[in-house]
């Protein structure tokens, strides 16, 4: 299950966002986000909730259009939202990367399996057998062989959440995005796929998480960004900004989440 052959050589820049901007109505929530990941690195991004750590990365999935900005992932043409970007340039960022959710977001009348293969299959027209048995690796990679035929109501939140890794890399994106990938997770189950999540950063994964998870993104972040009202607040080692961060306002938010009473 490693990752396809990169673009870019590791440690060259794999995302590059410059000036991401997003608004809904009159709520301005992304007001200038600039972020760079290289090949083979970890970026966590943590913040309060309703700072614009998802919308932000919806964003760079295409699912959420950007107000304005520039995104640019590997070597495929930077997509500028200054102008309104094309169905093909949407698409273009969803063909770099893929996204693992809060809450699954598998399809219900659909089994493992076939929620796995629907993209490759369907968006990326790849040989059907060829899918089929590299889904078939993946499910038994993360212990899953054997619930290749379930439905995602008879699984539980972990394997679910497993599937919607698995349904991800199946696609063979250059970059991985998780959004909160354990907090609908009961506690008991949130080991399992943090410890997928470590195993893909060994292997040299590319990815954006954005977590609350403090301890995981410690061990697994090449750097964290702080996120607050719409705008990265700070950003370095997580070995620097979770101990000695430089800003007050990171400050605050670290006390909070540390000692919440």
Same mark, same amino acid.
């Given at each position: 299950?490693?990752?396809?052959?990169?673009?870019?050589?590791?440690? #060259?820049?794999?995302? %590059?966002?410059?000036?991401? /901007?997003?608004?809904?109505?009159?709520?301005?929530?992304?007001?200038?986000?600039?972020?760079?990941?290289?090949?083979?690195?970890?970026?966590?991004?943590?913040?309060?909730?309703?700072?614009?750590? #998802?919308?932000?990365?919806?964003?760079?999935?295409?699912?959420?259009?950007?107000? @304005?900005?520039?995104?640019?992932?590997?070597?495929?043409?930077?997509? %500028?939202?200054?102008?309104?970007?094309? +169905?093909?340039?949407?698409?273009?960022?969803?063909?770099?990367?893929?996204?693992?959710?809060?809450?699954?977001?598998?399809? $219900?009348? +659909?089994?493992?399996? *076939?929620?796995?293969?629907?993209?490759?299959?369907?968006?990326?027209?790849?040989?059907?057998?060829?899918?089929?048995?590299?889904?078939?690796?993946?499910?038994?990679?993360?212990?899953?062989?054997? +619930? /290749?035929? #379930?439905?995602?109501?008879?699984?539980?939140? @972990?394997?679910?959440?497993?599937?919607?890794?698995?349904?991800?890399?199946?696609?063979?994106?250059?970059?991985?995005?998780?959004?909160? $990938?354990?907090?609908?997770? %009961?506690?008991?189950?949130?080991? %399992?796929?943090?410890?997928?999540?470590? *195993?893909?950063?060994?292997?040299?994964?590319?990815?954006?998480?954005? #977590?609350?998870?403090?301890?995981?993104? /410690?061990?697994?972040?090449?750097?964290?960004?702080?996120?607050?009202?719409?705008?990265?607040?700070?950003?370095?080692?997580?070995?620097?900004?979770?101990? *000695? $961060?430089?800003?007050? /306002?990171?400050?605050?938010?670290?006390?909070?989440?540390?000692? $919440?009473?």
């Amino acid at each position: 299950m490693s990752p396809i052959e990169p673009t870019v050589p590791a440690g #060259t820049p794999l995302l %590059d966002v410059v000036g991401l /901007r997003k608004s809904f109505g009159s709520t301005e929530v992304l007001r200038s986000v600039d972020l760079s990941v290289s090949a083979g690195q970890v970026l966590a991004i943590i913040g309060p909730s309703g700072s614009g750590k #998802t919308t932000a990365l919806r964003c760079l999935n295409g699912l959420e259009v950007a107000d @304005g900005g520039t995104i640019t992932i590997g070597r495929a043409p930077t997509v %500028d939202f200054g102008v309104t970007p094309s +169905k093909a340039q949407l698409a273009s960022l969803r063909d770099q990367s893929a996204m693992v959710f809060q809450h699954y977001n598998l399809f $219900p009348h +659909k089994t493992a399996i *076939e929620n796995i293969i629907e993209g490759p299959l369907v968006v990326q027209r790849r040989p059907e057998a060829e899918v089929r048995a590299e889904a078939l690796e993946l499910l038994e990679r993360v212990g899953l062989a054997d +619930k /290749r035929d #379930t439905y995602p109501f008879e699984l539980s939140g @972990g394997q679910q959440q497993r599937v919607g890794i698995v349904r991800a890399l199946a696609l063979r994106p250059r970059l991985l995005l998780f959004d909160e $990938p354990t907090s609908a997770l %009961d506690p008991e189950l949130v080991g %399992d796929v943090l410890g997928l999540i470590k *195993e893909l950063a060994l292997e040299g994964w590319t990815m954006v998480i954005v #977590t609350h998870e403090l301890q995981f993104a /410690r061990e697994v972040a090449h750097e964290v960004a702080f996120i607050d009202g719409g705008t990265v607040v700070e950003r370095g080692r997580p070995d620097q900004l979770l101990r *000695e $961060p430089q800003h007050e /306002r990171t400050r605050q938010f670290l006390r909070r989440l540390l000692h $919440p009473f």
